[in-house]
C-alpha cells in the first residue's frame, strides 16, 4: 500500500497480524518497523532474512522517500533527517505507537535520527549493521578489508563507487565484484542473491556518498537515546564494522551489543538462527548489559 506523508508517497507492506490468535483470546503483538539500507536499496533484501520474525512481532516493511515503490523525489529531498521525518509521519498515519525500528546500514542512519528527533515515535531500536558516523574508528581488533580478502579490481571499482561514481556500469561492476564480500567467508553466495530482490536508486545513492556521508556524525548525541536498544553487527563486517557498533553500545544508555562471529554485513541472512535467537531475546527483555558473540551452531561466548 502507499501512504501520504510530507509531500510524498511511501510504499509500506505489512507481514504478520497485529492481533494473535491465543485459544480463546486476541493478543496484540508489537510491531517492528523496517527500514532498508543503502541509502538507494529498498526493503527487498531484507524480506527473507527477516520474515521468520513474523512469528513474533508485525513487520512493516517501508520504502524509504524516493527509493524502491515510493515515489520518485528529487534526490536532494533524500536527507536522513527528511526521512526520519516520513517514518515519524507514517507511524502517526497507521496508528503505530511507540514501535520496535529495525534500521540495517543506511537505515540505521535513519532510525538514530529518528530516535532524536522524534524520542515519542519509538519504543525500541535494533540497529544492524550500521554506524553513527562514516568517519574511521580507532579498532584494536577489526575485521578483515575488502583490500584484504578480494581482488585488486574489486578494491578499485569499490573505490570509484564509494568516491561517487554511481554510474551503472560502475555499480554493475560492484554488484558483481564487491557485493560477494559484503559477507561473512562461509556465506559468500547471500548477497547477490538477496540484492536481486532489491531495486537501486543510484541518484539517491550519488547524493548522499557525494554530499551528505562527508558530514554524518551522531556520535555526540548518542547518549541522548533513551529507549531499549540492541545493537547487532556481523564479525566480518567491514562496511559498517564491530567497532561502530561496540560505540553504538557504549554510548547509547543501557544497549546491548551482540557480535555474530561468521557474518558480515548481512548478518540476518548469512546466520539466520543467531540473528533470531539475539532479537528474541531483545524483544523479551532477556539480553544481558554485555556485549556476546553467537558461534555457529548458536554456543555463546563471553568475554573475560
Do not use: K
Amino acid at each position: 500500500m502507499r501512504v501520504s506523508v510530507n509531500g510524498t508517497e511511501l510504499y509500506v507492506d505489512v507481514d504478520g497480524p497485529q492481533l494473535h490468535l491465543d485459544e480463546d483470546r486476541l493478543v496484540q503483538r508489537p510491531t517492528m518497523v523496517v527500514l532498508h539500507g543503502g541509502p538507494g536499496f529498498d526493503q527487498g533484501y531484507l524480506r527473507p532474512g527477516l520474515g521468520p520474525l513474523s512469528a513474533d512481532v508485525q513487520l512493516v516493511f517501508v520504502d524509504l522517500r524516493g527509493q524502491g515503490r515510493s515515489e520518485r523525489m528529487p534526490a536532494r529531498t533524500c536527507t536522513l533527517e527528511r526521512m526520519a521525518d516520513d517514518v515519524a509521519r507514517l507511524c502517526d498515519r497507521l496508528g503505530i505507537t511507540a514501535p520496535i525500528v529495525f534500521g540495517h546500514s543506511a537505515g540505521g542512519f535513519v532510525a538514530l535520527h529518528l530516535a532524536l528527533r522524534h524520542p515519542d515515535s519509538v519504543g525500541g531500536l535494533i540497529l544492524c549493521g550500521t554506524a553513527p558516523t562514516l568517519a574511521p574508528l580507532p579498532d584494536d581488533d577489526p575485521p578483515p578489508s575488502l583490500e584484504q580478502r578480494a581482488s585488486a579490481e574489486a578494491v578499485l571499482v569499490a573505490q570509484r563507487l564509494f568516491g561517487g561514481d554511481f554510474s551503472p556500469e560502475t555499480f554493475d561492476a560492484f554488484s558483481r565484484l564487491v557485493f560477494p564480500f559484503y559477507a561473512g567467508p562461509r556465506h559468500t553466495g547471500i548477497p547477490q542473491r538477496i540484492m536481486r530482490l532489491s531495486d537501486v536508486s543510484l541518484d539517491v545513492a550519488a547524493y548522499f556518498f557525494r554530499t551528505l556521508a562527508p558530514t554524518y556524525d551522531l556520535r555526540p548525541r548518542l547518549p541522548e537515546i533513551s529507549v531499549p536498544t540492541l545493537a547487532i553487527v556481523g564479525r566480518y563486517d567491514w562496511v559498517c564494522p564491530p567497532a561502530a557498533a561496540r560505540l553504538l553500545a557504549a554510548q547509547i544508555p543501557g544497549a546491548h551489543l551482540v557480535e555474530i562471529a561468521d557474518a558480515g554485513h548481512f548478518v540476518f541472512s548469512e546466520e539466520p538462527q543467531a540473528f533470531q535467537d539475539a532479537v528474541r531475546a531483545f524483544l523479551a527483555g532477556d539480553q544481558p548489559h554485555i556485549a556476546v558473540t553467537f558461534e555457529r551452531h548458536g554456543r555463546l561466548s563471553l568475554p573475560s
